[in-house]
């Protein structure tokens, strides 16, 4: 896979949460022998043994019970250490949720129905907002005492953790949130790392445009994942097989920054290298790696 990937013309990757240990060996070796280079990991990865599918929130770094947060804590320095051992500048979080109904999907088909301008679409959103912050203290704790433990380690082995933008507002970190964890442990360690097809979903639900999240974090941002996007929610798409005006991202790209195509498998490469040249000549200008 990472030959065709490298076929492709990306000279850099990101190991997903599906990545399997089984699977290490070998990654090593191409980046060994120069096949590839590996820019960052995106938490639980390698993919916790028993597991057969991605899951990146199967142990939550916000769990109020204190085995399944240890679990997270386990699983995210054992990748920090492959992402050590792989030479990758940068590991992307979830950070998890709060515990409370979910908002999310009703308010999204509430888009796909064209609803929005309906007084009741911003009654919903504003009671989710509501129930959201009168319960995630004890949750937001949690996140701190998992970080605590995490933030440590990141620095000894000079790994930066991107926050990756939520796709619900149940989801943990909001953009708040994102600037307060920041201000705590350190922009040399912690980042924003923006999600096209998540931060989408948050601008149609009217919290934030990504201009918003971008402004918010210029200078902080340690990368993107970038796909194309058809509404209200159907994402990791190659681009030109969505909606999303790639430019809106250009004034906020920079030297650095790890632009990494997060795709869903089952697209050809045709499909996927149609509009990559002109994206990439779009966003980086040539000042910055697109992997």
């Known amino acids: 896979m990472l030959r065709e990937i490298r076929a492709l013309g990306f000279e850099y990757v990101e190991l997903g949460h599906n990545t399997r240990l089984s699977l290490f060996d070998g990654i090593r070796q191409a980046v060994a022998d120069g096949?590839?280079?590996?820019?960052?990991?995106?938490?639980f990865c390698p993919l916790p043994v028993g597991l057969v599918g991605p899951a990146p929130d199967y142990y939550l770094p916000s769990a109020t019970d204190e085995r399944e947060r240890a679990s997270a804590v386990r699983h995210t320095l054992r990748t920090l250490e492959c992402a050590a051992m792989l030479g990758a500048a940068f590991v992307v979080l979830h950070l998890g949720r709060v515990r409370m109904r979910s908002y999310t999907m009703r308010l999204l088909r509430m888009v796909e129905e064209e609803r929005t301008?309906?007084?009741?679409?911003?009654?919903l959103r504003e009671k989710a907002l509501a129930v959201r912050a009168r319960k995630r203290e004890k949750f937001l704790q949690q996140v701190y005492r998992t970080l605590d433990e995490v933030v440590p380690r990141a620095k000894e082995l000079g790994i930066r953790l991107g926050l990756e933008t939520r796709f619900a507002l149940e989801e943990i970190p909001n953009r708040e949130e994102v600037a307060g964890l920041i201000a705590r442990y350190g922009s040399e360690v912690i980042q924003y790392w923006h999600d096209v097809g998540h931060a989408q979903v948050q601008e149609q639900l009217g919290l934030a445009r990504h201009e918003e999240w971008l402004e918010t974090f210029r200078g902080n941002t340690a990368g993107m994942h970038l796909q194309d996007v058809a509404p209200p929610a159907d994402d990791h798409r190659p681009p030109g097989q969505g909606e999303f005006d790639f430019g809106r991202l250009?004034?906020?790209?920079?030297?650095?920054?790890?632009?990494?195509?997060?795709?869903?498998?089952?697209?050809?490469a045709e499909q996927i290298q149609a509009g990559m040249t002109r994206v990439k000549e779009q966003l980086v200008a040539g000042r910055c790696p697109a992997v």
Do not use: Y
């Not at 096949?35 to 938490?43: A, I």
């Open 35 to 43: 096949e590839v280079r590996v820019c960052s990991l995106h938490n």
């Open 117 to 123: 301008d309906q007084p009741r679409f911003a009654r």
């Open 250 to 268: 250009a004034p906020f790209v920079c030297a650095g920054q790890a632009l990494v195509w997060e795709i869903h498998p089952g697209w050809s």
